[in-house]
Every structure is written in C-alpha cells, then in structure tokens.
C-alpha cells in the first residue's frame, strides 16, 4: 500500500522560505506523477504543483509561479516542493499527493495522500 509522509511545514515569516519534503512508499515511486496541494482553512483544496514520472516537466498554479519550485528524486523517493517568497495568503495545510502517472491538476485523479502539513505565514 502507498503511503506518503509530508514534513518541513512550520511558522515563518512573509518574504520567508520554506522547504516540504514527502517521503513515499509501498510502491514504485518512479511510476506516479507527484503532485502538491493545499488547503486554507474553510476552502477547498487547491492545486499548488505537480511534477511528471521522471521529473522532466513541472507545472504550477498561476499563485505559486515564480516562488516555488516542486523537484523529485526518483533514486530517494522523495518530492520537494521549495517555498520562496512566502506570503500570508500562502498559510494552509500542504499536501502530497500521487496520481496514476499522468500529470493533472484536479485532485479527484490523484490516487494517494498524505496527511498534510501546516505551514503558516505570519504577516
């Protein structure tokens, strides 16, 4: 069984950085495209970045553009999803999720989650 285990959430400040990291297992990493979500409180869960099965292409929500940068290494099992630029708008719980191997950006078409992880951006 897939499992995915978010770290790297924490308080910082506007203009601050932030580095998530997502450790997967019980499967072949190699074979999921990797995606990042968030969720503000009493809001839906938004598409952040998501990065394809051998990491050549990347894409992002036209929010995040420019701050963060969502990278893999397939050998480790791990994604990253680099925060720069950090403002309050950014505060949500983050979430790691894995698609069946496509890229998307809806939700509904990623297989597996993890539990999340809360970053919070003081103003």
């Known amino acids: 069984q897939v499992q995915l285990v978010e770290s790297g959430g924490g308080l910082v400040q506007a203009g601050g950085s932030l580095r998530l990291s997502c450790a997967f297992s019980?499967?072949?990493?190699?074979?999921?495209?990797m995606g990042w979500f968030r969720q503000a409180p009493g809001k839906e869960r938004d598409f952040v970045a998501v990065?394809?099965?051998?990491?050549?292409?990347?894409y992002y929500a036209d929010s995040v553009k420019g701050r963060f940068t969502i990278s893999r290494d397939n050998a480790k099992n791990t994604v990253d999803l680099q925060m720069n630029s950090l403002k309050p708008e950014d505060t949500a719980v983050y979430y790691c999720a894995a698609s069946g191997g496509f890229v998307y950006t809806a939700a509904q078409m990623y297989r597996y989650w993890g539990q999340g992880t809360q970053v919070t951006v003081s103003a």
């Open positions: 990065i394809q099965r051998g990491g050549g292409n990347t």
């Open positions: 019980g499967g072949t990493f190699s074979s999921y495209a």
